[in-house]
């Protein structure tokens, strides 16, 4: 399990700025960031290739939410886990 930096995260995606992707979070569809510093976050890297699948899969905006908050119910369950 890797965590990606937002630079990375606008590689896969082809995004040019940083706003589209907080602007996808508040629509629902990317994961929130996890915070790995004072100053930085990151995306774990199965969850950025499992929303970019989803797109080019062809789903919905709204199979994209749904999907996205199963991952974060994912990521919560795995934290009780430990």
Not at 4 to 28: A, E, M, P, W
Not at 49 to 58: E, P, T
């Amino acid at each position: 399990m890797t965590i990606k930096r937002i630079s990375d995260v606008l590689k896969t995606f082809g995004f040019r700025s940083r706003t589209t992707v907080y602007k996808n979070i508040q629509l629902g569809l990317f994961t929130r960031p996890i915070v790995i510093g004072q100053r930085s976050v990151g995306w774990l890297d199965a969850e950025v290739n499992a929303i970019c699948a989803a797109r080019v899969a062809g789903m919905s905006e709204d199979q994209i939410r749904a999907l996205v908050q199963a991952l974060h119910l994912k990521r919560e369950s795995n934290l009780t886990a430990l």
